[in-house]
């Protein structure tokens, strides 16, 4: 057996969205004003793991609550993803093939996060919602999208070698360039939020000690920065003749940077309503799974027995 059988595969596809709708849903958390509606870990409240009427919190426990749920959800598609790649992992043995530990650990991967994602998260909430460890939150959950996404790309090769190339040097580097511009988008995405009135709670006064305007500024440049190279991706795949899927990946990335560029300057010029910003963000993760999947397209790898 040397291809992935197609029910992992989707535990693996499912993995990428799951990993990407808990940023979505703990987004909403912190747009609700939410963030300590649960104020303890990992304990709701003392005494009780779920919402209780006495708490003063009101509907905020609930979305926090809700939230909690659905890491639990995320941890059951990480379990999930560990049986299938050890699942693939002994069937190989057992066949006589070679092994494909990218497989086997980044199907570990998820898991480990996910109680990573847990522990931070109970700090997140006993510091009073500190920006840098809501910073930090985010930032590990990009981080596990990218080996979810590196899990579906492997998942899809015959093996683990030979690596063959289908575009020019030029165009690998520029789009590894373009991924570690996408990854400062992001980063300066989560400093600018940190900086200002969505920075995890409503009631809470933690903030970087950033000036809001010019941080929104700086991220604005860095995003200008993106378009201009994205612009400059274009023209490199047109005159080098990249893959058909690398365009597709490419124009895809377009439309969605368009939105992005357009929601963000709407909700910076309307006060960051919050619809605007749950929507910012949802585009965001879409942007970086599309950014990662890039790189792929631009290989292939020879089967393996």
């Known amino acids: 057996m040397t291809i992935v059988p197609r029910w992992m595969r989707v535990v693996f596809v499912a993995n990428v969205v799951a990993q990407a709708a808990i940023v979505v849903t703990g987004v909403v958390v912190r747009l609700t004003g939410s963030g300590l509606g649960c ?3 990992p304990e709701c409240v003392e005494g009780s793991y779920v919402p209780v009427a006495r708490q003063a919190e009101a509907w905020h426990k609930y979305v926090e609550f809700g939230n909690r749920l659905l890491t639990f959800a995320v941890g059951i598609i990480a379990i999930l993803t560990v049986v299938a790649a050890i699942t693939y992992t002994v069937r190989r043995k057992r066949s006589g093939a070679s092994m494909r530990p990218s497989i086997l650990w980044l199907g570990i991967a ?3 996060g996910t109680f990573a994602q847990a522990v931070l998260g109970g700090i997140t909430v ?7 460890t809501v910073g930090l939150h985010f930032l590990v959950s990009i981080a596990l999208i990218a080996a979810a996404v590196s899990l579906v790309v492997r998942s899809r090769d015959g093996g683990d070698s030979p690596v063959v190339y289908l575009a020019r040097k030029e165009v690998r580097v520029y789009t590894w360039a373009l991924l570690c511009v996408t990854m400062l988008v992001v980063i300066m995405g989560v400093v600018t939020t940190g900086s200002g009135p969505h920075s995890g709670d409503a009631e809470s006064e933690h903030r970087f000690p950033f000036d809001p305007r010019t941080v929104s500024w700086l991220h ?9 190279m994205l612009v400059g991706y274009l ?9 058909r899927r690398t365009w597709r990946n490419a124009l895809l990335l377009v439309v969605i940077t368009l939105l992005q560029a357009t929601v963000g300057y709407t909700q910076y010029f309307t006060g960051l309503p919050v619809f605007t ?10 942007l970086w799974v599309t950014v990662l999947f890039l790189p792929s397209t631009l290989r292939t790898r020879g089967v393996e027995n």
Request: proline share 10%; charged share 5%; net charge neutral.
């Open 220 to 228: 604005a440049d860095i995003v200008l920065l993106f378009i201009g």
């Open 235 to 243: 023209i490199l795949l047109r005159v080098t003749s990249a893959p």
């Open 126 to 132: 006993l510091t009073g919602l500190n920006p840098v």
């Open 277 to 286: 910003v749950a929507l910012h963000v949802t585009l965001a993760c879409l």
């Open 39 to 41: 104020p303890t870990w």
């Open 110 to 112: 998820p898991l480990a």
